[in-house]
Each structure stands twice: as structure tokens, then as C-alpha cells.
């Protein structure tokens, strides 16, 4: 890559950092944050070589995130239904080796996750280190769909539940964990896609229209749908009292996929790049085995 075009590929990058959510905000409403692209975003064709570039890097840096595995990196996704979540994931990985990502799409919780404290079943797939792990929902349904319908908590059998705390009990839980997961070596980057309420309405009608997406629609989805604001305050209490330093939120235009996904990729890449990842270095006891073996086998 010429100087220019790294200049030029660092110019755009800016305005990843944008979305950003800092420690200490005081509110954060997803209805008053951006949905689209800024105008000065790079036009489609160049989203994509971005992308693409970015994501060479995110390979390069995950072979030495495995190679030196003392650190994992967890990727949290949250949107409602129809922002992209899925093809952004497989954007982001495509062309990193998959031994070393881990996927995780969490549904509708069992009778079994339903026994247990609401973060089980997600700290049961945790990445391990050297390992990038993606969360495709996560324990924050628990404060955005459980919140939204409170009767689900009756399925928990919970010995008692304070209507009025459960909801900040569980952020307070939240924020422990991943300081916990954050001090054991576990970057975390939580992804909002914030989608727009008309861009919702016009990709359900796209799944209705095109037989090859109608496997995507679900009634349930246009029945969420009544839930918008309901579902808009409930992001921007969890998403506000849940972002701090070690444990970002970044909240993501969603109504451009191309833009979308090269933000999301730009800020993985950032990130890894700021591990100063390095192969570990061999022992003195190791580059004498080297010597044996070199020997060895130049005298096979």
C-alpha cells in the first residue's frame, strides 16, 4: 500500500470513533443517535475495499492473538430484529481462520439456563484465550427483552424480584463480570446497531417480498416491532449505566450495511492493533532444541 493510500485509509477511519459511547454518560437515547452514514462517509465501493483491508488485519492480528495466548477478545452484538447482526459477523470473519473465532447466537433460553443466574449461559462460552469469541445476542437481553416483558422474570424462579431494582441489580451484575473478564485478559467490544425504525419497516417488507428471505421473517419480529420505544429506552439505560473504559459500547448506524460493517471491522482492527500482539519469543532452552532438531533432521 502506497503512503497516500494509507493516509487516505487513515482519514477514514476517524469516524469509527464517533460512535463511541463514553464512560459517564449522563443519557443516551438511540432515537436521538445517529441511523445513517454522515455525509462525508466514503461512498460504497471504497466501504467495501476498507472493509476488506481492515479485516486482512484482523487476521493477521488473530494468528497472533492465538500465537501469544494470554488474551481473548469478546465481541458483543445487540440490534433489534432485522439490523444486520448476522451478515455483519460473517463480514467481520470472513477470512480469519475459524479455529480461532468462536460464534455464539443466543435465543430463547432453555428450561435448563432458566435453573440457573442469568449469566451462565453465556460465561459457559466465554473465548478462550488466544481466541476471539462473538456474542450474537448476550446476557443484556436479560435488561432489554426481559425488561420490555417483565412476566418473562416469572420463568426464572428467582426467590424474590424488586420490580423497581431487578433491572439495575443486573446492570451492576454486568458491569462486575466484565470487569472481572476485563482484568483476566478479556478485551470486550460491545456493538449497537442502531437501526432505524422506517429501515426496519422497509427490510421486513423486503423479507416478505423476496421468496429467498422469506425463511428470515417471523411474526414475532413485526410484533417486537410494537415495542419500539419500549425497547429504545431500554437500550439507553442499559447501554448508559453498562459502557465504561475496559467494556465499551459503540453504537453503530445501521440503516447502511456497507458502512456499518466497515465501522465495526475498523474498530476491531483498532483495537487488536493496540495489544502490540508480538510472537512470544523462544527460551534459551528452546533455541538449543531448535539446534538439535535442525541438526537431527539435516542428518536424516
Known amino acids: 500500500m502506497s503512503q497516500n493510500d494509507s493516509e487516505a485509509v487513515r482519514e477514514a477511519a476517524k469516524p469509527a470513533q464517533r460512535y463511541l459511547v463514553p464512560e459517564g454518560t449522563k443519557r443516551f437515547d438511540p432515537r436521538q443517535w445517529r441511523t445513517a452514514p454522515p455525509e462525508d462517509a466514503p461512498r460504497h465501493n471504497e466501504l467495501r475495499k476498507l472493509r ?166 417471523a411474526i414475532s419480529d413485526v410484533r417486537e416491532r410494537g415495542f419500539w420505544n419500549e425497547y429504545m429506552s431500554a437500550y439507553g439505560e442499559a447501554i448508559r449505566s453498562t459502557t465504561r473504559s475496559h467494556a465499551p459500547w459503540y453504537a453503530i448506524p445501521a440503516d447502511s450495511k456497507p458502512y456499518m460493517r466497515w465501522v465495526v471491522a475498523d474498530i476491531v482492527r483498532d483495537a487488536l492493533a493496540r495489544l502490540d500482539l508480538r510472537n512470544p519469543e523462544p527460551s534459551l532452552a528452546d533455541l538449543a532444541m531448535f539446534d538439535e532438531m535442525r541438526q537431527r533432521l539435516e542428518n536424516d
Open 52 to 217: 476488506r483491508r481492515a479485516v486482512r488485519d484482523i487476521s493477521r492480528q488473530q494468528r497472533l492473538l492465538y500465537a501469544e495466548n494470554r488474551r481473548a477478545l469478546l465481541l458483543i452484538f445487540q440490534a433489534m430484529d432485522a439490523a444486520g447482526k448476522d451478515s455483519t459477523i460473517n463480514a467481520l470473519l470472513t477470512g480469519v481462520n475459524p479455529a480461532g473465532c468462536q460464534v455464539f447466537n443466543f435465543k430463547q433460553p432453555s428450561s435448563e439456563e432458566l435453573d440457573h443466574d442469568f449469566l451462565w449461559r453465556t460465561a459457559r462460552s466465554l473465548p478462550e484465550r488466544g481466541r476471539i469469541g462473538v456474542f450474537n445476542r448476550s446476557y443484556y437481553e436479560e435488561v432489554l427483552v426481559v425488561r420490555v416483558h417483565p412476566e418473562l422474570l416469572e420463568k426464572q424462579h428467582l426467590p424474590h424480584v424488586d420490580s423497581g431494582g431487578v433491572w439495575q441489580q443486573r446492570m451492576e451484575s454486568i458491569v462486575e463480570h466484565e470487569r472481572h473478564l476485563a482484568r483476566n485478559g478479556t478485551v470486550i467490544l460491545k456493538f449497537f446497531l442502531n437501526i432505524s425504525r422506517d429501515e426496519q419497516k422497509a427490510r421486513f417488507m423486503r423479507r416478505l417480498d423476496r421468496p429467498d428471505k422469506h425463511w428470515k421473517f
